[in-house]
Structure formats: structure tokens, C-alpha cells
């Protein structure tokens, strides 16, 4: 394990309540992209980034935020507006080989809101 | 638009038998096609790629443009292979994937 970190591994919020999901990489890797899990649903990809200062919405961004001010670090907010946020949220980094692209997983925070 | 699919959100399979997880995709271009596997209490990892035309753990994918399908094959599944498995497809050049909605593989004894 390390490489790629998530803290914390759960999380509980209340409604109308903003929180913060952490997620750091030594890894060197350029790009980093967060997930939703859900039952049945597979992954579902919220925001990504391929560089420091940029970032891209996925699928299903609305109800969340991003930044990317360093390399190692790209943290989610899930805001009070993100309708259903109950569920294991999983951060990636990748690179590009000529292997093709691989995507790293962190271990995933499991966030309950009451 | 990118889409991937499993059929199968479900497959169960007495340990030596042959097995077979299903994944076609839908994308205008070339694809990357890619298996990740999430063991229970563990997180999610690369299985194999098309790309590398490799075997890991006794398995197989072939890539079928034809039928644009992406396979995950084992001759013969042990108990240990028991997990979630999804099927992934990136865009040539892009860093993003797009899931499918995965497979429960359950091997019993």
C-alpha cells in the first residue's frame, strides 16, 4: 500500500453540511480523477484533473468541488447541494506508459450522511 | 458517447470450472481496454490491459473489434478468485476511464 492515501475512511455529515474528502499521491503522476461507488452502479467519474491548476468535470459533478493547487493533492468537496451523497468515494492517479494509461486507486472514503 | 457493459452482475462458478466475465464496449476510435479486480477489503487494481496481451493470475482478455468485446477468460477459477471485476475502456491519449457496472465472481469449493 501507499502511493495513493484517502483520509478519512469514514465520514459522517449531517445535511446542509460541506465536507471535505482528502486525497494526496507520491507518486509523480500528473493526472488524478475522484469516483463515486455506488451498489450496481460501478464507477462514476466526478471531476478530474491531468494537470496542477486545471481540472475537468466527469459524469456526475454537480453537487461537488475540486481543486488542484499541488501535484500531490486534488481534495473533493461535497457540498450541501449533492442531492444523494451517501456512498464510498475513490480517488486515482494515473500516468501514461507504453503500457497505456493505468489509473492507482486509494483505499476510499465511505461517506453517511445522517 | 464512451459506454461500457457487463452483462452479468453475477456469476457464480464451482472452483475448476471454466470462466468466462463478459464486457463489450461502445467507442467511435481506438480503445484502451483494461480489467481491474477489488478483493474484498481491499482496493481496486489493475488485472490486466489489452494493450500488454498479458496473463495474470491464469487470465486472459482478447480484444474483438469486430464485436467489440473485451472477454475476461480463466480456464479454470480457483476459490481466491472470488471478487468484483470491472471492465474499462479509455479513449487513446486520454487519462479517463469510463466503468462498466462490474461482475460479482463467486467461486465455490
Known amino acids: 500500500d501507499g502511493g495513493i492515501t484517502q483520509s478519512p475512511k469514514y465520514l459522517f455529515r449531517k445535511e446542509g453540511q460541506n465536507v471535505t474528502l482528502s486525497c494526496e499521491q507520491n507518486?509523480?503522476?500528473?493526472?488524478m480523477h475522484w469516483y463515486r461507488q455506488d451498489p450496481g452502479q460501478g464507477l462514476r467519474l466526478i471531476y478530474y484533473?491531468?494537470?496542477?491548476?486545471?481540472?475537468q468535470k466527469g459524469d456526475i459533478a454537480e453537487g461537488y468541488s475540486v481543486s488542484r493547487e499541488k501535484k500531490e493533492s486534488f481534495p473533493l468537496t461535497v457540498t450541501s447541494a449533492q442531492k444523494n451523497p451517501t456512498a464510498f468515494y475513490l480517488c486515482?492517479?494515473?500516468?501514461?506508459?507504453?503500457?497505456?494509461?493505468?489509473?492507482?486507486f486509494g483505499p476510499g472514503t465511505r461517506l453517511t450522511v445522517l | 458517447a464512451q459506454r461500457v457493459t457487463q452483462p452479468e452482475k453475477l456469476l457464480s462458478v464451482f472452483k475448476g470450472a471454466p470462466v468466462e466475465l463478459k464486457c463489450n464496449y461502445s467507442?467511435?476510435?481506438?480503445?484502451?481496454l483494461f480489467w481491474y479486480v477489488q478483493y474484498s477489503r481491499q482496493r481496486l487494481q489493475l488485472l490486466l490491459r489489452?494493450?500488454s496481451r498479458e496473463s495474470i493470475k491464469g487470465f486472459t482478455a482478447d480484444l474483438n473489434k469486430g464485436e467489440t468485446s473485451f472477454h475476461l477468460k480463466k480456464p479454470f477459477a480457483q476459490e481466491e478468485d472470488s471478487a468484483m471485476y470491472y471492465c474499462?475502456?479509455?479513449?487513446?491519449?486520454?487519462?479517463?476511464?469510463?466503468f462498466g457496472k462490474g461482475t460479482m465472481l463467486l467461486v465455490s469449493p
Open positions: 484533473s491531468q494537470i496542477v491548476n486545471d481540472f
Open positions: 474499462a475502456l479509455s479513449g487513446s491519449g486520454y487519462s479517463t476511464l469510463t
Open positions: 489489452h494493450i
Open positions: 507518486l509523480n503522476h500528473d493526472a
Open positions: 467507442y467511435s476510435g481506438s480503445p484502451e
Open positions: 486515482a492517479s494515473s500516468t501514461r506508459t507504453r503500457g497505456g494509461n493505468e489509473q492507482f
